[in-house]
């Protein structure tokens, strides 16, 4: 018979705890780091900001988790085939291994289109882009709020445009995140919810260009619902003429640059006024001098 020895750990009965640690501790320092291709399914972001969702192909599923300090410039979606770079871990509470996900991104462009394709005419469907529902910008604006990033050329610009067409116009600004996943994309709903609130009488959301990842956070279910709750019209000035997202077809009007929606608030400029108020003065005058001759 062969002789065999039997660990320590093999005599003894040992917790449920010892196991699972040692398994946890086999899998983290045995596998390390991988890189693992596959599609979402049961994507949820929880209300702390941690991911959670399955990462599965056609004979197999894992479980995976990425926290909320995470870096992520993407909205994931189930069905959207995604690679994932992370560490095994076990999660000792439910005695089951997941992926820590440490960076995801898409396998390629064509899932991003597909899923800004599957949104649209989502929202297509449920009438967010009905005509009716579209209002015209108000006339006069004495107000106006804008969400954009407080650095880059973008907020510089329309200010710039601004003060050039038509000083006296007042300009509320809310900082925004413009770039990323899920955050940016709650920040900039939020930023329509709280000018909606500053009493401003139409409401600019943009960005300058950028690749479809770099815009990708105005092709949310959140931004499009923050859109079109909003009391106040808004105007979407995303990326340049080229550069369409589900926020332009949203809102109640878009404007193929943040300088074009500057442009928009502005239509009749301080020239403007001094050339019509200079005809109106020549017509007096002419008027006074018909009537005294």
Same mark, same amino acid.
């Given at each position: 018979?062969?002789?065999?020895?039997?660990?320590?750990?093999?005599?003894?009965?040992?917790?449920?705890?010892?196991?699972?640690?040692?398994?946890?501790?086999?899998?983290?320092?045995?596998?390390?780091?991988?890189?693992?291709?596959?599609?979402?399914?049961?994507?949820?972001?929880?209300?702390?900001?941690?991911?959670?969702?399955?990462?599965?192909?056609?004979?197999?599923? &894992?479980?995976? +988790?990425?926290?909320? #300090?995470? @870096?992520?410039?993407? !909205?994931?979606? %189930?069905?959207?085939?995604?690679?994932? /770079?992370?560490?095994?871990?076990?999660?000792?509470?439910?005695?089951?291994?997941?992926?820590?996900?440490?960076?995801?991104?898409?396998?390629?462009?064509?899932?991003?289109?597909?899923?800004?394709?599957?949104?649209?005419?989502?929202?297509?469907?449920?009438?967010?882009?009905?005509?009716?529902?579209?209002?015209?910008?108000?006339?006069? &604006?004495?107000? +106006?709020?804008?969400? #954009?990033? @407080?650095?880059?050329? !973008?907020?510089? %610009?329309?200010?710039?445009?601004?003060? /050039?067409?038509?000083?006296?116009?007042?300009?509320?600004?809310?900082?925004?995140?413009?770039?990323?996943?899920?955050?940016?994309?709650?920040?900039?709903?939020?930023?329509?919810?709280?000018?909606?609130?500053?009493?401003?009488?139409?409401?600019?959301?943009?960005?300058?260009?950028?690749?479809?990842?770099?815009?990708?956070?105005?092709?949310?279910?959140? +931004?499009?619902?923050?859109?079109?709750?909003?009391?106040?019209?808004?105007?979407?000035?995303?990326?340049?003429?080229?550069?369409?997202?589900?926020?332009?077809?949203?809102?109640?009007?878009?404007?193929?640059?943040?300088?074009?929606?500057?442009?928009?608030?502005?239509?009749?400029?301080?020239?403007?006024?001094?050339?019509?108020?200079?005809?109106?003065?020549?017509?007096?005058?002419?008027?006074?001098?018909?009537?005294?001759?």
């Amino acid at each position: 018979m062969e002789c065999r020895s039997l660990s320590p750990m093999a005599e003894q009965a040992i917790s449920v705890s010892l196991l699972t640690g040692e398994i946890k501790r086999l899998l983290e320092n045995g596998i390390g780091e991988v890189l693992v291709v596959g599609e979402i399914s049961n994507y949820k972001l929880h209300s702390s900001g941690h991911r959670y969702f399955t990462l599965k192909d056609a004979e197999a599923a &894992i479980s995976g +988790v990425m926290w909320r #300090t995470r @870096p992520l410039n993407f !909205v994931p979606q %189930d069905g959207m085939r995604v690679v994932v /770079r992370g560490r095994l871990t076990v999660y000792n509470a439910q005695g089951k291994y997941q992926i820590d996900c440490m960076a995801m991104r898409p396998e390629g462009i064509g899932d991003l289109h597909r899923a800004f394709e599957e949104l649209k005419q989502r929202l297509g469907a449920q009438g967010y882009f009905d005509p009716g529902r579209k209002r015209p910008l108000p006339r006069p &604006i004495r107000r +106006v709020g804008i969400a #954009t990033s @407080p650095t880059g050329a !973008v907020i510089r %610009d329309m200010l710039t445009t601004i003060e /050039r067409r038509f000083p006296s116009l007042e300009v509320v600004f809310r900082p925004t995140i413009v770039q990323g996943g899920e955050q940016a994309s709650r920040d900039i709903a939020a930023a329509i919810e709280q000018l909606n609130r500053c009493d401003v009488d139409v409401i600019i959301v943009g960005r300058g260009g950028g690749s479809l990842e770099d815009l990708w956070c105005f092709n949310s279910q959140v +931004v499009a619902d923050a859109i079109r709750s909003s009391s106040t019209p808004v105007i979407s000035a995303v990326g340049h003429e080229t550069d369409v997202t589900i926020s332009d077809w949203v809102a109640d009007v878009r404007a193929a640059t943040p300088t074009a929606a500057a442009e928009m608030v502005t239509p009749v400029t301080r020239q403007d006024l001094l050339m019509a108020l200079d005809a109106l003065t020549r017509e007096m005058t002419d008027d006074v001098r018909r009537n005294i001759s």
